[in-house]
């Protein structure tokens, strides 16, 4: 049994490592090799899995405006970024509070994210990049990235988002497994 099982995790092992070092340059895997990578995706992708959900694309939006809602529509009352982020005229926090009330979510200094930080519309690919770019980041190392994900009251929020938002679907500490992973391999993008 426990033959069985090193011989699992060493293989694990070995198609992670083999799928990393995989670049379009390379051959085509042979294809009992493709189906094994398809179970072991690229570290990264569960984790664009994350940054992909609602809850974090609202805030991390490409135009002047919020967005609200498990479909992302346009913010209602309409409101617009401003020069900072924290709202043109009205700011954000007239309406969002420290903490989520009955109808209107809240946080600590609830304000959109910089147009650098902008993940709408990227693939997977592009979205790591941006994500990893230290002149759109705030000059965040990848460890300084999970920092940031796994402590920021904004980004904590989105596991306690009140009303009737879903939540992100993983839990805080697999997220930070997954983070982990990635940063061991070299926060490489697919
Ligand atoms: C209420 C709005 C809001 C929500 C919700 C939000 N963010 Fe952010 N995010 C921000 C702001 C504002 C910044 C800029 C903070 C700074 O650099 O000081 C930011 C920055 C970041 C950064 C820094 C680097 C970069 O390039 O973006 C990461 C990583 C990040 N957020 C991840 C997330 C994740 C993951 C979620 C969802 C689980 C999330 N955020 C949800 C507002 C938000
Ligand atoms: C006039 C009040 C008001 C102002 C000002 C306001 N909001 Fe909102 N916001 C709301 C209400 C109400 C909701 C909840 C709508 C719902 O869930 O039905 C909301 C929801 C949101 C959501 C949706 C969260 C989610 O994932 O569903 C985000 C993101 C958001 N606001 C960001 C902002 C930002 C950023 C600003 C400043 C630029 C801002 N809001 C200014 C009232 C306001």
Known sequence: M???????????????????????????????????????????????????????MNCHVSGESPRQGDLSKIHSPPVKRGPDGRGQGMKCTSCHRVKNGPVIPGAPDWHLAPLSMAWEGLNESDLCRTLTDQTKNGGRSPEALADHMLNDALVGWA??????????????????VLLQSWIAAGAPCP
């Open 2 to 56: 426990r033959s069985i099982l090193f011989v699992a995790l060493a293989s694990a092992l070995f198609v992670s490592s083999f799928t990393l070092a995989m670049s379009p340059g390379h051959a085509p895997l042979p294809p009992e090799f493709s189906a094994i990578a398809e179970e072991n995706p690229h570290p990264f992708l569960p984790i664009a899995g994350v940054l992909k959900h609602p809850r974090c």
């Open 159 to 176: 596991w306690n988002p009140g009303g009737k938002r879903t939540p992100v679907p993983v839990s805080k500490e697999e997220f930070g």
